[in-house]
């Protein structure tokens, strides 16, 4: 009798089934480069003196040379080292959800999935490339890694990493990031790295700034220059970046390489594909093995998210730009906003970035991804809808994907049609509750960005190169 109760508890749970589950030996042991497959090859990145394209040994002062040949590989895919499997086996396979409560709460008819980053110990997505890139310097005789933070995510990640795999790390993070966020600090210096508010008087890029803007506060262009700066300056220390490069979009694809077998668990493809992008690092984790399918023939929607306040991709305009503010990085071929662009303090702090990742603006062009921008009050009202109904408190950045799939299920619903949608939910947002705070306060303020500001931002890139 036990066993046939077991088979009818089992039957009846299938129809429902929440969550969808791998097994650490489902854990995908190869990280999945688009560049093999994108219809149009990315545009080099250059040499701001020389106007020609970098070589590995520009690179080298900052990068292990194993990353900097992920950067410019043109492999379809790339073996992921068993000591980063081994690591990524603490959180990794992450669960894939169907919100199911959440499309009772809205009462749409279209199927709603999300693949959760946040059981990861940091919170986020962010440690999928911080353990390997801690890996790869370590391996190399890198003993201490300089980065900078938004919202303190990957600054908690990379601290992270550096902590099991033994490497020291200093942490740059946004001043105002740092204020909001006192107890993301403080978990950073759990894992014991140091941190500091950017801009700080510890680098000549830091101290600059506070010299023109003494209160200023702070955005992810001006703690780029500072973590490069630190890192340039010394021989042990390698420059650690969590968004926007190519190996940092690579080393993120177990996310989508995990959802398909997921999907395909739950008997469903997705019509539409979601995600926030600040430099881009999660939206590209999910899509890109989607857009493999899409560029193979299939037909998916790829949508990704971002502030209204930081319109990189809708606004933007794609041109050569520095990646920091004060022109330490080479040119980067990206949307952008202007190196100098400092957006308004939105919640949102990983999303305050003035540029995206080159690989994302080359497939916007392309038009296999589009883009679409919001008002940070109507995503915090997603979000604690989303909360009510799921019961997980998603990272404001998170919470953007979250209403763009709430949007996107809306506007299905009107059109009389039933999708299949998919986001990422990039990050939990349990030391994000100042900014939920704000928001049940009333006191969050909606910065549309006006037209002048993005034309006086833009200046700074006059005369830079122009791409193809
Ligand atoms: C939870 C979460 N999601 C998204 C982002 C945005 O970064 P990216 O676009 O690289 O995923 C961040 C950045 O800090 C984050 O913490």
Redesign the pocket.
């Known amino acids: 009798m036990p066993t046939v109760y077991a088979r009818s508890v089992q039957e009846t749970r299938a129809g429902a089934q929440t969550k969808f589950l791998l097994g650490e030996s489902q854990l995908p042991r190869r990280w999945y480069n688009i560049r093999s497959d994108m219809p149009t090859a990315p545009q080099p990145v250059l040499h701001p003196g020389t106007g020609e394209p970098v070589g590995p040994d520009d690179l080298a002062p900052l990068f292990p040379m194993a990353l900097i040949g992920q950067e410019v590989s043109e492999d379809p895919e790339i073996d992921i080292p068993e000591e980063v499997l081994d690591l990524y086996s603490l959180w990794r396979p992450t669960p894939l959800y169907r919100a199911r409560r959440l499309e009772a709460a809205i009462g749409t008819r279209s199927h709603i999935y999300y693949k959760y980053?946040?059981v990861s110990p940091p919170?986020?997505?962010?440690p999928n490339t911080a353990v390997a890139q801690a890996f790869y310097n370590k391996q190399e005789g890198r003993t201490r890694l300089s980065t900078e933070?938004?919202?303190?995510?990957?600054g908690s990640a990379l601290a992270f990493a550096c902590k099991l795999i033994g490497l020291e790390c200093k942490v740059y993070m946004v001043k105002i990031s740092y204020e909001q966020k006192p107890n993301r600090r403080s978990l950073i210096q759990a894992w014991g790295a140091e941190i500091v508010p950017s801009p700080s008087t510890e680098t000549q890029s830091g101290r600059a700034i506070l010299e023109a803007h003494p209160d200023s506060p702070g955005s992810l262009g001006i703690a780029i220059s500072e973590a490069v700066e630190d890192a340039a300056g010394r021989g042990d220390t390698a420059y650690s970046l969590?968004?926007?490069l190519n190996h940092?979009l690579l080393h993120?694809t177990v996310i989508g390489q995990e959802a398909l077998q997921q999907m395909e668990l739950a008997g469903e493809f997705p019509d539409v594909v979601i995600?926030?992008?600040?430099?881009?690092?999660?939206?590209?984790?999910l899509a890109f093995p989607f857009l493999r399918e899409k560029i193979a023939g299939r037909e998916i929607d790829v949508l990704a998210c971002e502030p209204a306040a930081c319109p990189t991709l809708t606004r933007g305009l794609f041109a050569y730009d520095f990646g920091d503010t004060s022109k330490l990085t080479p040119l980067v071929p990206m949307h952008t906003l202007g190196h100098d662009f400092v957006p308004a303090p939105i919640h949102?702090?990983?999303?305050r970035?003035h540029g995206?990742?080159p690989l994302i603006s080359q497939l916007v062009r392309d038009g296999l991804i589009r883009a679409d921008a919001y008002l940070q009050s109507e995503v915090f009202a997603s979000a604690v809808l989303f909360a009510g109904s799921e019961g997980i408190l998603p990272?404001p950045?998170?919470a953007h994907a979250i209403h763009g799939t709430i949007e996107t299920a809306r506007a299905a619903d009107e059109a009389g049609e039933e999708r299949t949608i998919l986001f990422n939910l990039?990050?939990?947002g349990h030391f994000d509750m100042a900014a939920y705070d704000s928001y049940f306060a009333d006191k969050l303020e909606d910065v549309a960005l006006d037209e002048t500001e993005i034309d006086r931002a833009l200046q700074a890139i006059e005369g830079l190169p122009a791409p193809a």
């Open positions: 980053e946040g919170g986020s997505h962010k933070t938004g919202a303190g995510q990957w969590g968004s926007v940092v993120q995600g926030c992008v600040g430099g881009g690092s999660n939206f590209a984790g949102a702090g990983g999303l970035y995206v990742a990272a950045e998170a990039s990050g939990h």
